[in-house]
């Protein structure tokens, strides 16, 4: 299900309907939202590569750059993935047509440990999620997933951690979905800024 309007112009109807920010910010960032109703549709790869293009670009300390994407997008590609994603997640996720796991060095190049990896491929996973949101596509981070496992699966070697595995598709109709996903299939909503932003100090 494509967007009907420019997620940079204004809000879909049904962001509107869940999501009102409290200072002007660019409707592109709440139109973005983790859905889980996918179509079969395919995702041309010049979307995807620029999907992908634009997570390359998020920054990183030192511009280390530790974040890797394991991309399955063919059949036998994605029946691999499936197989270490748990019940829950497998039975809605296994319906998207690409799955990318997220993945980074905790290593820098010279050996040193890089504590900074996973804030850094956070950051990476940010920018994957709002080009997708540009293209009219949707995207879903799981952390439910069997990591040894996709870690053996994928040959990832022991200094990456395995961070997410994302979903990238088209929305679907959400009555495709079990009856219990169905009521959560909407944009979720966010806390009041003022129990998460602090001038100066954290205060009760």
């Known amino acids: 299900m494509s967007l009907t309007v420019k997620p940079v112009e204004k809000l879909t109807s049904e962001v509107k309907e869940y999501r009102k920010a409290e200072h002007s910010v660019s409707p592109l960032f709440l139109n973005r939202?983790?859905?889980?109703?996918?179509?079969?549709?395919?995702?041309?790869?010049?979307?995807?590569y620029s999907i992908l293009e634009a997570a390359h670009w998020a920054p990183s300390a030192f511009n280390d750059q530790?974040?890797?994407?394991?991309?399955?997008?063919?059949?036998?590609?994605?029946?691999?993935?499936?197989?270490?994603?748990?019940?829950?997640?497998?039975?809605?996720?296994?319906?998207?047509?690409?799955?990318?796991?997220v993945a980074s060095s905790n290593r820098r190049e010279n050996g040193d440990p890089n504590e900074a990896h996973a804030f850094d491929?956070?950051?990476?996973?940010?920018?994957?999620?709002?080009?997708?949101?540009?293209?009219?596509?949707?995207?879903?981070?799981?952390?439910?997933?069997?990591?040894?496992?996709?870690?053996?699966?994928?040959?990832?070697?022991?200094?990456?951690?395995?961070?997410?595995?994302?979903?990238?598709?088209?929305?679907?109709?959400k009555e495709a979905l079990d009856k219990n996903l169905q009521e959560r299939e909407n944009p979720s909503t966010r806390k009041a800024l003022k129990e998460v932003v602090f001038e100066g100090a954290i205060t009760s």
């Open 33 to 48: 939202w983790s859905p889980r109703a996918y179509s079969d549709e395919k995702i041309s790869d010049d979307d995807l």
């Open 66 to 101: 530790p974040w890797r994407f394991i991309v399955a997008k063919t059949e036998p590609q994605l029946k691999i993935f499936h197989e270490f994603l748990n019940p829950f997640n497998r039975a809605w996720a296994e319906k998207a047509p690409v799955l990318v796991l």
């Open 121 to 173: 491929s956070g950051a990476a996973w940010g920018y994957l999620a709002i080009q997708a949101t540009l293209l009219g596509l949707s995207t879903h981070a799981i952390g439910g997933f069997d990591k040894e496992n996709a870690r053996n699966l994928l040959n990832v070697p022991d200094d990456f951690d395995l961070h997410a595995v994302i979903t990238i598709g088209y929305r679907g109709e």
